[in-house]
């Protein structure tokens, strides 16, 4: 598909279109959608940057690749002086006091920011159904889940309502998303882009990154908020995606592709799915790639190490919020009262669900035989991984065990949906950058870490064969 | 005072109680690596490193203005600029 940046570029230097009116036409179709993807338009920021690319293209001044493109943001970024709620009814009236630093790397090259996208409730959900502001519906079929926690974005972009959103991957709230409303999702290596700016769900896997319809979007945006920042000290040096990937040719005879044969070891996982993907190694091989299988651990173990790391972490991420310094206050008796009714009354089930578990884990009594285990795991999870990489360029898998949920069939069964993120969640814990192509159900293109420009040249492989 | 806290004050949630669905999730890793040791070992430190010279000076940055003033409208309850709070010492 063609790059939505470049079609967006093309028609402002033709003048084919005002920015401001662009701007306009995509807030009226947020706000006119019934997919309930929009927690907050952001109309002023984004007319404001609007007419100030006008006057630059009436003045004949050269205008950037990304400038005047309208983009959207989980409602988990910071804008300075633009609400932030998590989805939450705890942080309804927040106004964020500063910018996160991959958003205003967008901004300092003239993306436009027009809406704050809804999404789970502080990333906990699959589905985009645990939200303050109403569940996300999909783009494709409105009785279908939009999947998560990054389903407002997914919508918009499928939509055509952004021409790119930036969504929030912890266990797999991008990859999910994009293959449910099928477009491309790119979780990157964590670290890559900075966090600074997000609300923390689990530190160890929250990563920052783009949805967008087409592979060379996902590069542009990559590479565009990528880098180090003295903000936040887990990021790293990252080489740029180069453009001339999508020339290059990707069979050789040293080119080795993988698989793990222990997802379809899992009794649950949809025949259908299973077929399509058999049916994609079968054209791989055709083309002449070698192809290996190979030996993981169960998904189970994958999903309850991932679900005790992330419900610890959120269980003290999440400590912060108690109505003292910001956030919504209900007054009990005393301090320690009004932080427990405020807790009590403004978290939703799930993300309550979530904390509990992480305070268990944390706990005496359960900490070394869970938690401790579980970081034990996690190093075998990252040694495995290592070994793997050793031995293939790149792994590839399905998105999801299962289709597209209907809405309200999820939130009935939560360890159902903990399950669904089987085959997501093992990547995060890896730390390594995973896309999701929207090739069917949706398909998985995973390498060892900072090889994104590999996983798009594959990807765009993959796409010429489908 | 009980050294044992219960749940709902460790979370800090009234009624906390713990998750039937969470705990069929505790139960796969308590029955994972049944030889894992008693003794924490030293490799699960090994993930995430960060290198004390990539962490940034302990220095105090002063905000600008626009975002003190973002910061006090953000407070629940407010009195003469200042954050009011419940009484903290209590009997």
Do not use: W
């Not at chain 1, 050269?62 to 493109?69: K, M, Q, S, T, Y």
């Not at chain 1, 791989?284 to 790391?309: A, H, M, P, Q, W």
Request: hydrophobic letters at 40%; one cysteine or more.
């Amino acid at each position: 598909m063609e790059s939505e940046i470049l079609k967006v570029h093309n028609a402002l230097i033709a003048k084919n279109i005002s920015c401001a009116d662009l701007i306009a036409d995509k807030i009226s179709a947020i706000r006119n959608s019934s997919n309930n993807t929009a927690n907050f338009i952001l109309d002023d920021v984004a007319l404001e940057m609007a007419l100030a690319v006008d006057s630059k293209i009436k003045n004949d001044e050269e205008i950037g690749f990304l400038e005047g493109v309208p983009f959207g943001l989980k409602d988990v970024y910071l804008l300075q002086g633009c609400n932030a709620s998590g989805s939450s009814k705890f942080l309804k009236d927040y106004i964020s006091p500063y910018t996160a630093t991959a958003i205003k790397k967008l901004m300092d090259a003239g993306a436009i920011p027009v809406v704050k996208e809804n999404c789970d409730c502080f990333g906990h959900g699959s589905t985009s159904e645990n939200t303050f502001f109403g569940p996300v519906k999909n783009a494709l079929d409105e009785n279908l889940v939009a999947g998560g926690s990054s389903g407002g974005s997914a919508v918009n972009v499928a939509k055509g309502f952004t021409a790119f959103s930036i969504g929030g991957d912890t266990g797999g709230s991008i990859r999910q998303p994009a293959a449910f409303n099928k477009v491309y999702g790119l979780k990157p290596t964590y670290g890559r882009i900075s966090r600074f700016g997000i609300m923390a769900y689990a530190s160890s896997t929250d990563c920052v990154g783009p949805i967008a319809k087409s592979l060379e979007d996902i590069r542009i945006i990559t590479n565009a908020m990528s880098g180090k920042d003295i903000h936040d000290s887990t990021t790293t040096d990252s080489i740029p995606i180069p453009e001339s990937i999508f020339c290059d040719k990707i069979a050789d005879n040293e080119f080795c592709l993988g698989y793990y044969k222990s997802f379809f070891a899992n009794e649950n996982i949809d025949q259908g799915i299973k077929q399509n993907f058999e049916g994609m190694i079968s054209k791989i091989r055709k083309k002449g790639i070698t192809v290996k299988e190979l030996e993981f651990f169960d998904t189970n173990i994958l999903v309850s190490t991932y679900y005790v790391l992330a419900m610890a972490e959120t269980a003290s991420n999440l400590a912060r919020l108690d109505g003292t310094t910001y956030g919504e206050r209900i007054l009990g008796e005393g301090i320690k009262d009004d932080r427990a009714i405020s807790r009590s009354e403004n978290f939703t089930e799930e993300t309550k669900r979530r904390i509990v578990g992480g305070t268990q884990v944390l706990s005496h009594g359960y900490s070394h035989g869970i938690y401790t285990k579980a970081r034990f795991l996690l190093r075998e999870i990252q040694r495995k991984f290592q070994s793997d990489f050793s031995e293939v360029n790149l792994v590839i898998s399905p998105v999801t065990p299962n289709p597209t949920p209907r809405m309200g069939e999820s939130l009935k069964d939560p360890l159902l949906m903990y399950l669904s993120d089987a085959y997501t969640v093992g990547f995060s814990l890896g730390g390594l950058p995973t896309l999701t192509c929207p090739f069917g159900q949706g398909v998985q293109v995973t390498a060892d870490k900072n090889n994104e420009a590999l996983v798009l040249k594959f990807a765009h492989f993959l796409k010429s064969i489908i | 005072m009980s050294k044992i806290m219960p749940l709902e004050v460790l979370a800090s949630i009234k009624n906390a109680k713990p998750s039937k669905s969470v705990e069929e999730l505790f139960d796969v890793i308590k029955t994972a690596f049944p030889d894992f040791s008693k003794d924490i070992p030293e490799e699960i430190n090994e993930v995430n490193i960060i290198t004390v010279e990539n962490l940034r000076n302990d220095v105090v940055a002063e905000s600008t203005n626009k975002e003190k003033n973002l910061i006090r409208n953000n407070f629940p309850r407010e009195k003469n600029g200042f954050l009011v709070v419940s009484k903290v010492i209590e009997g």
